[in-house]
């Protein structure tokens, strides 16, 4: 969009304004805008925010950026994140968390580092390319009114000079201090994590180094600590707190390479930030008011041990996003209903089982950390503390997906979709860069009358056969593998690539399509006679 000038902002109209453009709010921006919606993003700070604070992203999360044309982009600035190992103080393996191998069931490696001013950067110039996306920075949000119909004034620093609009949609994407958050008044569920640690993040120099290749946390007692290997020369250092200690003493250049000092001393590595930080573990108790939601830091804070807190933020985006693209375009508003549904249970878990992991690595009791240690050998030599990192998280298990008579999800829902490489015209391609942006239903092995196809029309759902000689045909059999793992023949794929349902036979694609029917309020086909048909 050209460039919007700020006093000229009360005559503009906007569908969505989102507050907020750090990684979560320009997302959410670019997947508005692919999708036509008018969207107006603001943010207090001139610029992007120059220091790495996240550093790891999912599968899922790069299939986002793959969906908003940036994947190429972020070659440059993202890397392979290491397996993880949780080591007792005299060096023996309590834990090893690995990502699966090639070929990857999502098109992309399980789980990637990345430097966040670099992706910040590819993002917002991708989102000023779009034609109904607009962005001003140096500008906060001084006032919300009437969440039913949002009346938002924003005020230009630093000049003080404000203006006021209204719009059908707010997200708040304005972080921990969330001023959205507080403006409706809503509260955090605390799940009763607070630990504060020092983060140092050091670009080394060329000079070889007796450094971990792989991803280490140091179950110490004397002082729990991370390190992570993040793409190039850069490295994170992440170390416990003590108590007693304050953020003021320890976050000094002679304390901090104090305790760099196992690994590199001045001279071999430059030091580009250090920070103190306090990981909590929190969930707001609701996300959304009216027509004003929250989402990323804003709605959620998960500590870092599991490299959650911005994939969570991203995966909120990607939900929200085509359901507000949808009622946009006259689709039933209860659609928004389930953002809520889908992503609070899920994001509480997730934030539970790292707030777990958590209390594992932090322990400074010696007596415990011993009975922790000896249980976790005793683990490992059963084989059972080597560990993928996708099980831990479960798939979305309310809201807009697919489910049973007995009212239980359905083979597949709530889960990504796969996304194998498939032939087209001769070229190997990303099965997303096929699909569009909408519903789609993928099939193998199942022939469909037209009376089904004649649906799935009426419901805008496009229709993709695998195998055949008039079908994609997948390049690793990632798509069969995971049909055939759930005893289903056919897929229906959500436009945020979540399956709706899995389904084994015609009969069941229909009770599936008959829900998603309901779900859009849109007439059914599927009449007595249309299921004699089948």
Known sequence: MDTIDFKQLDKSSFDVVIVGLGPVGITLCNLLGRLGVSVLGIDARDDIFALPRAIGMDHEVMRVFQGIGVAGDLSSVVGEYRDSEYRAADGTLLRKFISPQSPHPLGWPAYLTFVQPALERVLREKAVTLSTVALLTGVELAALDNAAEPTLSLRQLPTGDTVSLTTRFVVGCDGGTSFVRGTLGIGFEDLIFDQPWV??????????????????????????????????????????MLPGETAEEINQPDQIWGLLAPWIKPGQAEIWRSATYRFHALVAESWRIGNVFLAGDACHMTPPFLAQGMVQGIKDASNLAWKIAHVLKGGPPKILDTYEQERRPLVHKVISITKGLGEVICEIDEGRAKTRDDTMKALMEEGKGILVRQSLFPPISAGFIG????????????????????????????????????????????????????FASALDVAVFNFGGHYGLNEDNDV??????????????????????????????LVFVLEQLAAWLEVPTLANPEARKAC
């Not at 798509?479 to 069941?508: I, T």
């Open 199 to 240: 983060v140092v993040d050091v670009i080394i120099g060329d000079e070889p180094l007796n450094l971990p290749e792989t991803n280490v946390q140091f179950c110490h007692p004397a002082r729990p600590h991370t390190f992570v290997v993040l793409p190039g020369n850069l490295r994170r250092w992440e170390f416990m």
């Open 403 to 454: 489910f049973s008579d007995n009212a239980l999800p359905m083979a597949g829902a709530g889960e990504p979709c796969p996304q194998p490489r498939v032939l087209v015209d001769g070229k190997l391609v990303l099965l997303d860069d096929v699909l569009g942006d909408g519903f789609a239903l993928l099939t193998r092995d199942i022939a469909l009358s037209a009376t089904v196809r004649e």
């Open 479 to 508: 798509l069969k593998d995971w049909l055939a793992e759930r005893g289903a023949h056919a897929v229906l794929v959500r436009p945020d690539r979540v399956a709706f349902a899995a389904v084994s036979d015609e009969r069941e």
